[in-house]
T-cell receptor
Framework: EAQVTQNPRYLITVTGKKLTVTCSQN?????MSWYRQDPGLGLRQIYY???????DKGDVPEGYKVSRKEKRNFPLILESPSPNQTSLYFC?????????????FGPGTRLTVT | AQKVTQAQTEISVVEKEDVTLDCVYE???????LFWYKQPPSGELVFLIR??????QNEISGRYSWNFQKSTSSFNFTITASQVVDSAVYFC?????????????FGAGTRLFVKA
């Protein structure tokens, strides 16, 4: 089954404790992206990647890191989480090309930083 | 700068009514992509439609239709004869080339309540 998986689905952590949220897709998509969803703000792009070893900042990259060492994986790293990073996080992937760019989303990771 | 505006925060209709969700976008790029996504109460995000900037054809898919007008930078979404299962948050999104690749901007979403 074609899908985007994220782990963990729920995470409660404390300020400053480094964490990683994994994202993996099995559709051989070039494009991968991370978003955070907050009430009233819709989804805001954190980072995106057009292909392996190519990453770019979205609108809200501060406090986050990503890497794209393999085509299928795009982990999101919070080196020193703070309470304002409490949010619902989605990973997404898509093909690249004229008839593409529609994104397929993972189930979401709800992160709480205390 | 790119921007997507969904001015309607919440809409409430009675089943079988038609409803239109508005989306206005801004971009200086000549090549861009517009999307609608649905987020039902269960929380997942579901792709509904994509439109390329060079394809202004409107589209109908069952009870759903989309009206893309470059002249007004709008990409509106109409649900005909709404049903309770249409209750969800609907997001309009824009992907356009940024310094590196294609950045994606979402609107704030419109929450649709369809009452039986």
């Amino acid at each position: 089954e074609a899908q985007v998986t994220q782990n963990p689905r729920y995470l409660i952590t404390v300020t400053g404790k480094k964490l990683t949220v994994t994202c993996s897709q099995n559709m051989n998509h070039e494009y991968m992206s991370w978003y955070r969803q907050d009430p009233g703000l819709g989804l805001r792009q954190i980072y995106y990647s057009m292909n392996v070893e190519v990453t770019d900042k979205g609108d809200v990259p501060e406090g986050y890191k990503v890497s794209r060492k393999e085509k299928r994986n795009f982990p999101l790293i919070l080196e020193s989480p703070s309470p304002n990073q409490t949010s619902l996080y989605f990973c997404a992937s898509s093909r690249i090309g004229t008839e593409s760019y529609e994104q397929y989303f993972g189930p979401g990771t709800r992160l709480t930083v205390t | 700068a790119q921007k997507v505006t969904q001015a309607q925060t919440e809409i409430s209709v009675v089943e079988k009514e038609d409803v239109t969700l508005d989306c206005v976008y801004e971009t200086r790029d000549t090549t861009y992509y517009l999307f609608w996504y649905k987020q039902p109460p269960s929380g997942e995000l579901v792709f509904l439609i994509r439109r390329n900037s060079f394809d202004e054809q409107n589209e109908i898919s069952g009870r759903y239709s989309w009206n893309f007008q470059k002249s007004t930078s709008s990409f509106n979404f109409t649900i005909t004869a709404s049903q309770v299962v249409d209750s969800a948050v609907y997001f309009c999104a824009l992907s356009a080339r940024d310094t590196g690749g294609f950045k994606t901007i979402f609107g704030a979403g419109t929450r649709l309540f369809v009452k039986a």
